[in-house]
């Protein structure tokens, strides 16, 4: 059976979400109180972040900038949300506990 880290990597590569890292916990309590993982969950030992590729036309768009902008982020606010679920519920399948956050 695959480990969490393996089907995690291969669960982004087929949603091509190619920027992911996975942090101790604890490495992260020195963070403002409400920005530590043990605030949102207090059994907390990793942290996974991943980023998505945003075209760079969209920020120098000159024309209906705003609502190009407001658009893409629909787009990718609706994947991110998608790939958190699905990340959680393949860290939950493995026995473990997870809460997807958004930054």
Known sequence: MKDIIEEITDFFTQNNIPLFGIAKAASLESEPL??????????????????????????KCQERSEWMYWRAASIYYRKIDMVLMRACNIIEEKGEVAVPLYG
Do not use: T
């Open 34 to 59: 409400g920005y530590r993982p043990s605030d949102m969950l207090a059994s907390a030992q990793s942290v996974l972040c991943f980023g998505i590729p945003v075209p760079k036309g969209i920020f």
